[in-house]
Every structure is written in structure tokens, then in C-alpha cells.
């Protein structure tokens, strides 16, 4: 797994601890210039923890298991692993930032993305359902998308199809929600960035926006 060439699906299901996420977390931050880059800001609570690698860009999502409740602020030694499974990976692309420079003007308008630098690896890739359709068992896409730092809400919809939800986008450009698209049957989830992705507006100019934050998730058990 060093040279990262996977499916980053596989890492779905595993404990924090497991031997393929550690391997997977330790080969991202080989290539990146941040030290401690592979220890995660652990955000615990009763229903989800939160490992997120601020340098890597790439926060982990634990559903606990059995009952298990973590409490707040437990340190990564203090988690039972074994009763905490891999929900959702998030990667973040904040468009116009350098890669791991903490001081580069950022285009987020929400605090929690302004620590993420942009995920190292381009391009990103997401495996999809190629067989598509009701009934058409001629219906088919691509089987994977290369997600490029630069790629848009057009190319997404032109390898996925039109999103099973969607939201944001409305209110003013300065505060407003950027629009999301979620690809349900694959397990994909992208919120964009940029200008094009605010305002009354932010539908017609959507096809425009860049991708901010892409989470792949099992999808059977995500909802927004």
C-alpha cells in the first residue's frame, strides 16, 4: 500500500488502529514536508469520532459499535478500537490554496476547513457503480473518477449522472452555504467552493465551481 495505488473504499469498516489504515495514513505523510503529519486532532463523541490529519487533508469519521460512548477529548490511546468502525473519509481541495502552506489566504468561509491543507494525492480516485439505470442493463459510466485539484461540478456530472440529493446555495454570496451534490448508489458526496458556488445563482453557475471537500462513504448507511 505505500504507493497508495488502492481502492480507497477498502479502508471503510476498519478500526482506528487497524494495520491497512495505518499503513495507508503513514504513506500519505511520507510525501508531505509536515512533521507529526500522521497523527491525527482526535474530536470524540458519544455517537462519532473524529481523527482529522490537518496536513494531509483528510479527516476519518468512526461510528462507535456495541454501545460503545466515547467521551470528549480522549486522547487516541484512550479509544477502544475495537468497537470503532470507519463511516466516512472527507478530502479536502480548498481552491486557490498552496499545498501545506499554512499561511496562504484561504477561499473557506468555515473555520473547521481552514486548518485542512489540500489531500497530497492527485488525482483522487473514486470508484463508482458502473451499471446504472431501471431496468437498462445498457446503462453504464466509467467505472472510476480521477478527481483532478481543478475538477468541477461538470465533470462530476458527467461521469455520475445527475446527483440522488443536493443542496445549499442559497442566500446571500457572503454568507450563503456552498451548493452539494450527493451520489448516493456510489457513496460519494461533494461540496464545492469558490464564488460560483454561492448566491441565488449558484445553481446556474455551479458547472463552474471546483470541488472543496469529497466524501466517500458506504452507501447504504449515509445520510446527510
Not at 490554496?97 to 488525482?123: G, H
Amino acid at each position: 500500500m505505500s504507493n497508495l495505488d488502492f481502492n480507497i473504499r477498502d479502508l471503510l469498516g476498519l478500526c482506528p488502529s487497524s494495520e491497512s489504515l495505518s499503513q495507508y495514513i503513514n504513506s500519505l505523510a511520507s510525501i508531505v514536508p509536515t512533521p507529526d503529519a500522521a497523527i491525527p486532532q482526535v474530536k470524540s463523541y458519544p455517537d462519532a469520532v473524529y481523527l482529522n490529519f490537518f496536513s494531509l487533508g483528510l479527516s476519518l469519521l468512526f461510528t462507535p459499535l456495541s454501545g460503545y460512548k466515547p467521551s470528549s477529548g480522549l486522547k487516541f490511546s484512550e479509544l477502544d478500537n475495537d468497537n470503532l468502525a470507519l463511516d466516512s473519509i472527507d478530502f479536502y481541495n480548498i481552491p486557490g490554496r498552496a499545498s501545506f502552506d499554512p499561511m496562504a489566504q484561504q477561499m473557506s468561509t468555515r473555520k473547521a476547513e481552514l486548518a485542512f491543507s489540500v489531500y497530497p494525492i492527485s488525482p483522487l480516485v473514486l470508484t463508482t457503480l458502473a451499471e446504472i439505470g431501471s431496468g437498462d442493463i445498457n446503462s453504464l459510466r466509467p467505472s472510476h473518477l480521477d478527481v483532478l485539484p481543478a475538477t468541477s461540478g461538470k465533470d462530476f456530472l458527467q461521469c455520475l449522472g445527475e446527483p440522488d440529493r443536493k443542496g445549499g446555495g442559497a442566500g446571500p454570496s457572503s454568507g450563503s452555504i456552498g451548493i452539494w451534490c450527493e451520489w448516493s448508489v456510489d457513496g460519494i458526496m461533494v461540496e464545492f467552493g469558490g464564488n460560483e458556488a454561492k448566491g441565488p445563482q449558484a445553481w446556474e453557475r455551479g458547472k463552474d465551481a471546483i470541488w472543496k471537500v469529497v466524501t466517500v462513504f458506504r452507501p447504504s448507511k449515509r445520510a446527510k
